[in-house]
């Protein structure tokens, strides 16, 4: 609910922006761009205006301290790396499986949008696929969706748009339930 009341003021500047490029649709160049300058400047101050108030109603109370993490001995050496060459190869194999069975649906939701080019009910099951199994295939996969998100250069908006629900549609709990996590 926090999220959504500092939004609103951030909505009503958009709105903002919206309508005064509607009115100047007919206007000069410099118009528009002053328009288009002073909109930004009232969605800009509306957002630290926002900021501001969330960081007065941040309580101390929240705030978790961790203890730091002590620097490891010289001569540590990684479990992993401690293991006989049949147990990572037991290892990679499991991990193997488990993301071939994790993608097995975006593999057949690809084939798909190759057998059926230009369908788009089939393409918005590819990006929901797309987007559930990189859910699945953990914190990796999730971490690279979140940065090919942030990627139009790269895929269509049709793709940046699913995955950037990895950044925006994250789950939210309350910051004792962070805390009763770390504990």
């Avoid at 309508?19 to 002073?38: D, H, I, K, P």
């Avoid at 101050?45 to 301290?65: F, H, P």
């Avoid at 499991?94 to 069975?101: C, G, P, T």
């Amino acid at each position: 609910s926090t999220a959504r009341s500092l939004q609103q003021p951030l909505g009503r500047a958009r709105a903002f922006a919206q309508q005064a490029a509607v009115e100047q649709r007919g206007s000069s160049a410099v118009a528009r761009v002053t328009a288009g300058a002073v909109a930004a400047a009232a969605a800009y101050g509306a957002y630290r205006a926002c900021e501001s108030w969330a960081l007065l109603k941040r309580d101390e109370a929240d705030e978790v301290q961790l203890q730091m993490v002590p620097e490891p001995a010289p001569n540590f050496v990684h479990p992993y790396e401690a293991w006989p060459w049949y147990a990572k190869a037991w290892f990679t194999f499991k991990r193997s499986v488990f993301l071939v069975w994790v993608f097995a649906p975006f593999m057949c939701a690809s084939t798909l949008v190759l057998l059926f080019k230009g369908s788009t009910s089939c393409r918005d099951y590819w990006l929901e696929q797309m987007l559930e199994c990189t859910q699945r295939a953990g914190a990796a996969f999730q971490k690279f969706g979140q940065w090919l998100s942030m990627r139009p250069d790269m895929f269509p908006p049709d793709v940046i748009q699913a995955l950037s629900k990895l950044r925006a549609d994250a789950p939210a709990h309350s910051g004792a339930e962070s805390k009763r996590m770390l504990k």
